[in-house]
């Protein structure tokens, strides 16, 4: 891993229950390289790529693939504006799409992660975690129920690799075993599929003129199979900016046909750049800036992922990291800053006021384009994470003043309804 900090400070911190040293500094390598060769030979592509190419994409690699950071003369913050203001259209075909099939699926899921899917009503969607044996977050994840026997789940690209292996992992333990009397449960990777995302203020009223199915009774978190400009597609209410949106799943053949569909005016193709900021005004995490497997859900903010009854019965991978935190509190939390002076960016170390002990580090900071302020995600000691704590943050040697701000940074605009 690279250290992206000009400092390091050593401490002692219990994570997940176990006793280990930790940096308190950032030790993630910068967003748009993170883990992957500069070289395009060895770099994945998605459907979309001579696309992007041919729309004038300046390519860059990104958790394995060549993706687009931004488009022709349109800068990022002109692109994160007009998804805020109108939509825009984001390749994410790069995310590992699945399906995952038989009767024991929905309890082979929660095994998994900590959500309640028994209670998730067919084609509607949670956020979850796939935990490790310690209760670390191998990955985020949303997760589509379609009906007991049939989920269609996302994953982030940059964890291909381990998420992949880990399913065949517990998929054969889960096969082989008891739990598997009543039927054992199928994975299926849809490779090379398009996975494209319409956002913005002005996404339903710009998709409804493709299709006849009623989008305003299609409500954030929720999903169906609509027919779209002639094409059959599962589309998904939701998103990754804040603002209301789609996700669209698309068979290969059909990607580059959906996607001239879709990016009509007024929308405008987007790229890595407005995506980032948008998602970092609406408080949503980066796997590998803002979570990693040394990092519990309650430490991130995420425990509403963890079902009540989940929380009681503690029968999902590592529960017993994730009841500890709950129980006795975790030793750090997630907290937005919003800071002052210079933006603070990944791997800058936050201390306690006027100069004091280093007590976390920012995992994710930009200047925001809807805010005209400097914010930031990161991690802070557990005491330290209450609204309006004031702290300073070492940008560039020099400490800025901070203050401990609530997320999401924006006013979501998801319809509900």
């Not at 299609?218 to 998103?239: C, E, N, P, Q």
Request: glycine fraction near 12%.
């Amino acid at each position: 891993m690279v250290f992206a900090g000009t400092m390091r400070v050593q401490f002692s911190k219990s994570i997940l229950g176990l006793s280990t040293r930790g940096r308190v500094s950032g030790c993630f390598p910068r967003l748009l390289t993170r883990g992957v060769s500069t070289s395009n030979d060895s770099l994945r592509k998605t459907r979309l790529y001579d696309f992007h190419v041919q729309n004038g994409a300046k390519m860059v690699p990104f958790a394995g693939y060549a993706m687009p950071l931004s488009y022709g003369s349109v800068g990022q913050v002109a692109s994160h504006n007009h998804v805020r203001m109108s939509a825009g259209l984001f390749d994410v075909g790069h995310m590992v799409q699945s399906h995952f099939r038989g009767t024991t699926a929905t309890a082979f899921l929660e095994w998994l992660t900590p959500s309640s899917l028994k209670s998730l009503s067919p084609y509607s969607s949670t956020l979850s975690v796939l935990l490790n044996e310690n209760g670390g977050i191998i990955d985020d994840t949303v997760i589509t129920k379609h009906s007991d026997n049939a989920f269609y789940v996302v994953t982030n690209a940059g964890r291909r690799d381990r998420d992949l292996a880990w399913f065949r992992k517990k998929l054969d333990e889960w096969n082989s075993g008891e739990r598997a009397k009543d039927g054992k449960v199928e994975h299926e990777v849809l490779e090379d599929w398009g996975l494209v995302a319409l956002q913005g203020p002005k996404a339903a009223e710009y998709l409804q003129k493709f299709t006849s199915a009623d989008l305003a009774k299609l409500t954030f978190g929720k999903s169906a199979y609509v027919t779209i400009g002639g094409f059959l597609l599962h589309v998904a209410r939701g998103g990754y900016t804040g603002e209301d949106g789609f996700e669209i799943s698309i068979p290969p053949s059909q990607t580059v046909e959906v996607a001239e569909l879709l990016s009509q005016s007024p929308v405008q193709l987007a790229g890595l750049g407005a995506r980032d900021s948008l998602r970092l005004e609406a408080g949503m995490c980066l796997y590998g800036n803002d979570l990693d497997e040394d990092t519990s859900p309650v430490e991130a903010g995420l425990s509403w992922v963890i079902g009540k009854d989940r929380k009681e019965s503690g029968d999902f991978i590592g529960a017993e990291g994730v009841r500890k935190h709950l129980k006795d509190g975790p030793p750090r939390r997630r907290v937005g800053l919003v800071v002052e002076g210079a933006p603070a960016r990944q791997g800058a170390q936050i201390f306690a006021n006027s100069g004091g002990e280093a007590i976390g580090n920012v995992t994710s900071g930009i200047p925001s384009p809807t805010l005209n302020k400097n914010i930031a995600m990161g991690y802070v000691l557990s005491g330290w994470h209450k609204k309006g704590t004031e702290v300073e943050v070492d940008v560039r040697n020099k400490l800025r003043k901070a203050v401990v701000t609530p997320m999401p940074f924006i006013k979501p605009n998801y319809w509900r309804g």
